[in-house]
């Protein structure tokens, strides 16, 4: 089965630090996500990207946040300034509704743990 | 306030027995439901989707949905203990296309040997 692919798995940064978290989704999916979980809290939804632009983003995305896809397939999520709340797993996912059994295909994560 | 219950946890099972997931979520305009496995550390992992009311079966589980009261199940069959995950119920504003997907906490399922 495709994988979408999320590197770095571990990041450690010092708060205040601006981080940048990287994803290859599934070639010729034409959504993408991002996703955090706090650790022992629910999977929380932050922003979809889809021809080249944010479509939805939820309440956590501000302005620190931001999205790029910066070639034809890497999609990155950039923390400007970290905060200590903002250590968590970070899933990046892409889907392609064109496709039979469509679905959300995660990553595997990168866990961000700021310092 | 979009909200997915779900009862925490931890649900024991002995091996073999049927273990029953609940969800309840409040918005009514939510289109599209969805079942994730979620072992420790680890990406959620789809088990199942339902969009209309009613059961959907697929192998060991069974997915329920009543939108009248706002509710979804899974159930399991003849659980094993590689079942033992926590399970995420998530919904969908979206009928189709984009997964905006606001998510439960998750039940622990624990299978006994």
């Known amino acids: 089965e495709p994988e979408v692919t999320q590197t770095p798995s571990h990041q450690v940064t010092q708060m205040g630090q601006e981080v940048i978290l990287r994803c290859v989704p599934i070639s010729n999916h034409l959504y993408f996500y991002w996703y955090r979980q706090i650790l022992g809290q629910k999977v929380e939804f932050l922003v979809s990207f889809y021809n080249n632009e944010i479509s939805e983003k939820s309440e956590i995305f501000d302005d620190q946040f931001s999205v790029e896809r910066p070639d034809g397939s890497n999609f990155t999520l950039k923390i400007r300034s970290t905060k200590l709340e903002d250590s968590a797993m970070y899933f990046c996912a892409s889907s392609d509704p064109g496709q039979p059994n469509e679905k959300l295909f995660f990553g595997s994560g990168t866990q961000l743990s700021v310092l | 306030q979009k909200e997915v219950e779900q009862n925490s946890g931890p649900l024991s099972v002995p091996e073999g027995a049927i273990a029953s997931l609940n969800c309840t979520y409040s918005?009514?305009?939510?289109?599209?439901f969805f079942w994730y496995r979620q072992y420790s550390g680890k990406s959620p992992e789809l088990i199942m989707s339902i969009y209309s009311n009613g059961d959907k079966e697929d192998g060991r589980f069974t997915a329920q949905l009543n939108k009248a009261s706002q509710y979804v199940s899974l159930l399991i069959r003849d659980s094993q203990p590689s079942d033992s995950a926590t399970y995420l119920c998530?919904?969908?504003?979206?009928?189709?296309?984009?997964?905006?997907?606001?998510f439960g906490k998750g039940t622990k399922l624990s299978v006994i040997p």
């Open positions: 998530a919904v969908n504003r979206s009928g189709a296309g984009s997964y905006q997907l606001t």
């Open positions: 918005d009514r305009g939510s289109q599209s």
